[in-house]
Every structure is written in C-alpha cells, then in structure tokens.
C-alpha cells in the first residue's frame, strides 16, 4: 500500500552504530567495530526483491553519540544537530545528487564474524509518561557542579526506562541545549546520561532521542530561551516484551497494586532482549537477572 505505481519509490534506512561499537573484552576486537553502522537488507515482494549493494546513497545524518564512548559508566544518548537536517530524506521527491555512493563490505572481509538477524521481540514505546513539574534548577548535591544559569529542572511522573522529547524550544541559533538525566534528586547526571540538541539557523527545533534511552526521572535543561511548559516534555515508555498474555486480580487493592507495579518494573527492565536490574547502567545480559524472575516472565508474557 505504500508503493506509488508509475513513479519512483524510495525505501530509506535511518542507522546508527550504537552497541556495535563497544569494545568487548570477551571477542576479538576486529575491523567490523570500526565500519558501525552497517546495513544488510532484503525487501521481498513475491518474485521481486530490494536489496542493500552499491546503487544505494549515504548522508551523515542529524544524530550522533553524546558522551563519552560506550563502555562501563558510558551510556550517553543521541547528539542532534538540526545544521544537518535535510526534511524529506526518505521520499522520492528529495534530491540525493549530494549523497555519496555507499561502501561495500563483503562478508568474506569477515571471516570471523557471525551475521544474523534478531531472534527476538524489537524494543518498542508501549505508553508514555507526563512531566510532573518544570522549576529553576539549582545546585543539590555539594559533590556536583551548579547548573549553569538559566538552566531548568524537570521532574517525571514517574521513574521510567526510555525516552524523552521536548518541543518548542528556541534559542541562538546554532547554539546548543544540553540535557542530563538522572533518577536521583539532587544529582544532575548519573553514569554520564547525557544528550544535546544544537539550533539551526531560525533558532527553534524540538528534541527526541531515537538511538539511546536512558532511565530517567530529572532532566535538566540548559540552553534554552525560556522554561519549558509542562506540555513540551513527554517520556515514552520502552521494553522489548511482547503482548502481556498474563493478568492477575484480587479482593485486596494493595495486593493487585503491588502486582501491577511488579509488571511495570519488569517492563522497564527488560528493553534490547534482555532483563537487567539497573538499566541506567547496564546494558549486557548477566543471566542472574533473568533467572530470578523468569517464572514471573512466564506467567505474564509469551
């Protein structure tokens, strides 16, 4: 239904290297690391097939990585730069003339290296979160820094794993708003969650991550013209669980809520396919984590 007959169609790929770039003490590292993000691709239509070679074009994008490189303790999130925004890059109508041919990488380059696709559920929003208030930021905890002027402190409805964005801001143009996030009051970062968004030329723009999440409660925002409203800020929820298959109720409220708040948190643990306990700072299966409730995985979720 997408596919417009006598014209031609465009299919587009938005990607980024994220977790392909971490430096895995337990494997070999070799050239594939460096090469992230790399795209293989196949679009079959009956006899008719799309797939990712030579012809396809390449443009370095909005996004890149805020922070320090992935590793133990860095967990930045998405860097946009709205300087690089090109509106309508995936439709037919955009003019590519500028971009340049892609890079071919054969897989015998990587004898090494095992290529597959995910045998698991995508992590995807599932519900969204409201900002429960927006104040003047000011200096917490004495081990941190104060905020810089004119900075803003936005407190979540509730501690959640995933995204946020915030829309209508202005500021200088091609000055940059930095975000940190932590879930913590009084502590404006942990484990180096951090994002930024720098202005274009008109000076306005809206923020959301797509690359990243973190698990978040504070915001704080610094950069910006004036203080957010409520309504400009949103969380979204992410996991990577699948349809809920299970449900539990009883006569006591109490007891029916601590089930439900169970659900929500092991939700918010398990995103990437796997189930963590801090998921600020973990992003690699250990297997103990998932033991200890997989009979409650069982029950709830295919």
């Known amino acids: 239904s997408l596919l417009k007959p006598g014209t031609k169609n465009t299919l587009g790929i938005w990607a980024s290297a994220g977790w392909a770039q971490y430096p895995d003490e337990l494997r070999p590292h070799n050239a594939i690391t460096n090469l992230a993000p790399l795209v293989l691709a196949r679009l079959e239509m009956g006899s008719f097939a799309v797939v990712s070679d030579g012809s396809w074009a390449t443009h370095e994008s909005t996004t890149s990585h805020a922070g320090p490189p992935f590793g133990s303790g860095g967990f930045g999130g998405d860097a946009i730069d709205d300087n690089r925004a090109q509106p309508g890059w995936d439709t037919s109508s955009h003019d590519d003339s500028a971009w340049q041919a892609v890079a071919v990488h054969p897989l015998s380059d990587f004898p090494h290296v095992t290529i597959s696709a995910d045998a698991m559920e995508p992590t995807v929003r599932h519900s969204s979160i409201a900002a429960k208030s927006v104040t003047v930021a000011k200096k917490g905890n004495p081990h941190f820094p104060p905020p810089p002027p004119g900075s803003w402190l936005v407190e979540m409805d509730e501690v959640f794993t995933g995204w946020f964005e915030v829309s209508n801001m202005k500021g200088s143009p091609n000055s940059t708003v930095h975000f940190q996030v932590s879930t913590t009051g009084g502590v404006p970062m942990e484990y180096n969650m951090q994002d930024s968004y720098r202005f274009g030329p008109s000076g306005v ?41 299970g449900d539990f109720s009883c006569s006591s409220e109490l007891i029916s809520n601590m089930y439900e708040t169970t659900v929500n948190n092991y939700r918010g643990l398990t995103t990437g396919g796997m189930t963590v306990d801090c998921p600020h700072r973990e992003r690699r299966g250990y297997g103990g984590d998932g033991h200890t409730s997989y009979q409650f995985a069982l029950a709830n979720y295919p």
């Open 205 to 245: 723009g809206a923020f959301r991550m797509r690359f990243a999440y973190h698990e978040i409660q504070y915001i704080t925002i610094s950069g910006l013209h004036a203080q957010p409203a409520l309504t400009d800020v949103i969380g979204h929820r992410l996991t990577s669980l699948g349809q809920r298959t």
